[in-house]
């Protein structure tokens, strides 16, 4: 039987990593603000997103079964998602100092 401070270190990690989860779509409008990312460079890169937010899932839960990875895995796949849509709405124009250089002499 698991003690209490077992349980909570439990509990604390997968609360810290549903956290950050969540914060992927603000995180990704404000990388294309800055001009590091636009909404079809997402699309394009779509399944190693997918990819991606199973090794993570793998990572954070803590016991190997699929359904927990699963768990952790389909709301970062949604949120990707998301953030396509989030990016191609509100990244039109990128933060002032943040644009880009023409190379043309």
Same mark, same amino acid.
């Given at each position: 039987?698991?003690?209490?401070? &077992? @349980? ?14 969540? &914060? ?12 590091? $990312?636009?909404? #079809? ?6 399944? @190693? ?5 199973? $090794?993570?899932?793998? $990572?954070?839960? #803590?016991? #190997? ?14 949120? @990707? &998602? ?22 043309? #002499?």
């Amino acid at each position: 039987m698991p003690g209490v401070s &077992e @349980y909570f270190s439990l509990a604390l990690r997968l609360l810290i990593a549903f956290g950050v989860v969540f &914060e992927l779509p603000v995180f990704m409008v404000f990388l294309a603000k800055m001009g590091l $990312i636009n909404a #079809p460079l997402l699309r394009k890169h779509r399944k @190693y997103a997918i990819l991606f937010a199973f $090794i993570i899932a793998a $990572i954070l839960t #803590p016991t #190997p079964d699929v359904v927990n990875q699963f768990f952790m895995a389909a709301p970062l796949v949604i949120l @990707y &998602e998301v953030s396509i849509i989030a990016v191609s709405f509100f990244a039109g124009k990128t933060f002032f100092g943040f644009e880009k250089k023409d190379a043309t #002499p």
